[in-house]
C-alpha cells in the first residue's frame, strides 16, 4: 500500500499528524544536508587559505605542466623518443646501469619488507589484547608501533642517511622501521579476532605462552600474514624507488638527477621502467594473495 492511500484511509486528525511528522523528517534531513555541505566547503576553504592555494595562479601555469610532460617525449637530438628506443634506454641497452640500480630498488623494498614482518610478526602477539600476557606490555607495543608507522620513511632515510652515509642501508632500515609499524597493527588486528578456542585449550592443557601463540594462534593467522605481507611489498617498492632522492640507494637518485639536470628523456625512460616493474610485481603478488584468499575459503 503507498503512502498516499495509507494516509487518506486513516482519520483526518491522525492521517494530519503523519503529515505533519514526516514533513519534518524530512526537513530536519533536508537541514542536516545542508549543514554538512556548509562544514565542507568551509574547511575546503580553510585548507585552501591555510595551504596558500592560489587558484588563477593553477590556471594560469596549468599548461606548463603539459609542456614538461611533451619534453619528456624528446630525445636531446630533437627526435621522438618513440624513433629511436635504443638511445632512449641507453641505460638498459648500452649498459645495464638502470638495470642494476632497479634491482637495487627491489632489494631495498624485499629486505625492508622482511625485517619488517619479523618485527611485526613478534610485536603482534604482544600488542594483542586476547593474547597479551599483561596490559601494560600489550599498550607499550601498541605505542612503539604507532611511532614506527607515524614518522614517514623518507624522514627516517634522512636521518640514517646521516648516521650510516648513502646507499641502500639506510633505505633498507627506514622501510623495515616503518613497515614493522603497519604490519604490526595489521597483524595485532587479525590476531585480536581468531578463535580462541584452540588457545584456551592449549592453556588448559598447562602449555607455555609461546606454545599457545605457536599452536593456537599462527595456523589461523598465517595466511592472511602472508597476504598483508606481499601488499606491503608492493608499496615498499614504490617507497623504494623514491629512497633514492634523499641518497638511500637505487634507481631513485639516478631519477633525481635526470629532474635536476633536465634529462628529459632519461626521467622519461626510468618512470617507465618502474612504472612497468611495480605493475609486474603487482600482478604477481595479486595472484598470490588470491590464492591464500582462496585456500581460507570452506570447502
Known sequence: MS???FVQSLPAQQADLLVRTYGAAIAAKRRSMILAVVVLVLCLMTAGVVGEVRPGKLISDFPKFFDYIGRLFYLDSGKLVFSDPYEWFWGVTQKP???K???ETILIAYLGTLIGFVGGFALSFVAARNMGRSPWLAALAKRFLEICRTVPELVFALIFVVAFGLGPLPGVIAL???TTGALGKLFTEVVENIDMKPVEGLQATG?????TARFGAVPQ?????????LLRFEINVR???IMGFV???GIGDELLISIRKFYYSDVSAILILLIVTVMLIDFGTEQVRHRLTASEQPR
Do not use: D
Not at 207 to 211: D, F, H, K, L
Not at 221 to 229: D, E, G, M, P, T
Open 3 to 5: 503512502l498516499a492511500r
Open 97 to 99: 646501469k638502470w638495470l
Open 101 to 103: 640500480l632497479l634491482l
Open 176 to 178: 623495515a622501521i616503518h
Open 207 to 211: 602449555a607455555s605462552w609461546v606454545q
Open 221 to 229: 593467522v598465517l595466511s592472511s600474514f602472508a597476504s598483508y605481507s
Open 239 to 241: 617507497e623504494a624507488s
Open 247 to 249: 641518497g638511500a640507494g
